[in-house]
């Protein structure tokens, strides 16, 4: 289980739901290590951080 942080743009709201995930106040949320689609957009988006996610 990947966890990925929502770290917001100066001004942008601390809580967002992005591909069906709610990110609340800079705390992780658990992503599954099978949605490679969401963690795909994850990684390519600078405002959010992927920790503990398995190693191909």
Do not use: C, W
């Not at 599954?32 to 398995?54: C, H, Q, S, W, Y």
């Amino acid at each position: 289980m990947a966890k990925v942080i929502y770290h917001p743009e100066r001004g942008a709201p601390d809580d967002t739901v992005q591909f069906g995930y709610e990110f609340k106040d800079k705390k992780p949320t658990d992503v599954p290590d099978t949605d490679d689609k969401a963690l795909a957009k994850f990684r390519g988006n600078a405002f959010f951080k992927i920790v503990g996610e398995k190693s191909e």
